[in-house]
């Protein structure tokens, strides 16, 4: 009834739009270590953030790759947003556009880890499609 | 005559097209203190990467703002792209808007720092025009 | 009367407590820049994070002054939280010595450039008393 | 006999203390490596700094949390430290609520590895007592 | 025939004789994800930069060890780095040397992580020798 | 007559050496701020680390600005290791040439911040000789 309610029902859906129904497990494994984490995460992140209409999904997951790849350790979540990537609509090409384009950025170490696991991750993805 | 030249030519030839006049007398500064320097800014990240056309002007933009904004030091830099993003079509909601979201990526310390040097540059912008 | 609301307070309500009256004026110049940033900073970080109590107040300045001299280049901020340190009982020495601890997470460049802001804000607080 | 034996000694035993008989297999692997290195990880980190009694161990292992959570990718180091703050008398809720706060200092990305590595530190911990 | 062909002969000859072998290997497994990135990174860090002979292959590789021991977490790109130093003419001590010195820029994660990488690296090599 | 006095002499020694008599008053600077912070700067990072005569001095030198380079906002103290680099017969490309290589490993916008204070302190240099 609250708003707060509202914030996770919307960051519950938009983390859906954007990773299908892996999202929902994702969150959970971070629920069980700690409930207050996984409200932020959702209704902060997902649920305010996303929200904002100003950008379209597509442009979000491209600027969540752009900040990802500039740090090169957090693979698991450049494999989560390339999937959200491609699910909002991009290219295999703009996404590994977006990475290369971070060496500019942020150099070789960093944008070559984030590039190989795109490389999983998007054959991951037509593997199973 | 060489691909080299032209790679001088596309990258001096695609900065002025995001960033205006400016971008010359910030690459002349640059130019003075080390060529190769040069060389390698405006052939390689300019000429070789905003060259390809998989990603448009507008996008390239903001995800030169979102990989600034998760580093936050670089306010000069900020500025530039700020007025770049503009120039290529963006609108002041869209460029706070990618700015607010690396807070998520980011933290607050780089992302406020980012945001206020990108309050700066709009308003200039906005008094200029 | 909404959820949200009660977090902008609180959110409000603890700056205040943390950094005294200088707080205001701080995020009202963040405001003016982009109102949806001022949200999340009040209500999220100081409204819901900081609102709870499982960490006191002291505690959660000294761990921001940690973060804080991880990075070096955030000195605005290094000198809100030294402020915010003192005001929730934090000595003098104390300070110093969580910065200087930060040598072993991040080096010497950072916490250098962290000291030095804390060494002007403590000053400036000592000569206001 | 000089005092940088005594640092050896202060140090090997403030780590004992704060993280039990672990310890000094972790130097012992490193001495392994580069004595000069086992030296001021053993003689400066521990030995010097962890020595000053102006924090108290309690508050140290939840600024050692702080600043390791902003990195995000030093998961070994991570888990050592919560077993850490365990030792020196923090529950579970306050080591999860220092990975938590420093969401705001440096995003998800890094306080996600860090609260996920923690939740396996915390479940190892448990499992064994 | 263009200056560009010369930029990935001179890239890949500047590759092998830093990492021997490996090298076309690994840059094979980049150019199977992008070969876009695959030219970025032979033409222009190999081939452009290392290229300019006013530093010497050891220093190169010295220089490159320090900037990965600063980041820490690409334990990848440290053993190769670790192996090209070898190559070059660096002793095992200079390695581990310039490892142990970036604790002063970076702080313990970082070069921990660095120097236990190296640390196999180094051992890997003495095995085959 | 203790080790510890030993180190420090060494330390401001080392400092002199490296960077002339303006070393002294650097860390008198930081002395007033923090004593403890003054010791584990001078006698370890100089004292120690610099002792290790595995590096020359001007191989220290360059490190020290590769790895400042990749950090990108510690202005002040790329200008100090610039001189220091001079000081001990680094010449003017390879100072450059160092902080050019650094691209490949952290990108323009920390590179070119050192660059341009780089050129700085090159220029006040060359003035005063």
Known sequence: MTTERQEEKDGLHNMERHFGPHAKEYVEAIKKVSPEYYKINVE???????????????????LALAALSCMGYP?????????????????????????????????????TNALMAAGEALDEHEAES
């Open 44 to 62: 902060w992140a997902y649920g305010n953030i996303y929200e904002n209409k100003v950008l379209d999904d597509k442009t979000r997951e491209l």
């Open 75 to 111: 693979t698991n979540q450049i494999k989560v947003h390339v999937r959200g990537a491609i699910n909002c609509g991009a290219s295999r090409d703009e996404v590994l556009e977006v990475i290369r384009m971070m060496v500019a950025y942020a150099g070789f170490p960093s944008t």
